[in-house]
């Protein structure tokens, strides 16, 4: 799919995106040359993709929500919708994190010229078990930080729910 290409099909490659129906260039490419007569490599695709202000960034890790926590979550809403500024005021949060001592489990970028070897910078170092990490449990109300505490490994499970 050239600079010429006909506008129908790169808004079909677009749609494709916005629809949902395709995650990546890959999964648009075996569309459109299903769809039309003249191949289009991936990286066309990847350029009408940003020609159409659509950019390409790493999927954020997040857990699913079942149809359980949706339910949850809006009868919580729903029970609390009517509630003060005094009475949030009144409410303690709490969570926990895990940090890392040396550097992120995820993933990490870095760009290169074609045909350039790998150098320092291309090059993430690392230390047999990762260095370790650390979690940190910790509560805030309506003045700030109440309460916080670290532990040197492992996590901690909730043995209580609020109903």
């Avoid at 020609?51 to 809403?77: D, M």
């Avoid at 940090?99 to 090059?123: C, F, H, T, W």
Wanted: glycine share 8%; aromatic share 10%.
């Amino acid at each position: 799919m050239s600079s010429q290409a006909h506008p129908q099909n790169k808004r079909a490659v677009v749609h494709q995106f916005l629809s949902g129906k395709a995650s990546n260039a890959v999964h648009v490419t075996k569309f459109i040359n299903f769809i039309i007569s003249t191949p289009a490599s991936t990286q066309t695709i990847r350029n009408t993709l940003k020609a159409a202000n659509l950019k390409a960034v790493t999927k954020k890790k997040k857990p699913p929500l079942s149809a359980a926590h949706r339910k949850r979550r809006l009868a919580f809403a729903l029970q609390h919708q009517y509630w003060t500024v005094e009475d949030w005021k009144k409410i303690i949060w709490s969570d926990e994190t895990k940090i890392n001592k040396m550097g992120s489990d995820g993933q990490e970028y870095v760009y290169k010229k074609a045909g350039e070897p790998l150098g320092e910078r291309e090059v993430k170092g690392i230390l047999k078990f990762r260095g370790g990490s650390m979690m940190v449990w910790g509560c805030m109300g309506w003045n700030g930080v109440v309460f916080s505490v670290r532990w040197r490994e492992g996590s901690m499970q909730s043995s209580t729910s609020v109903s």
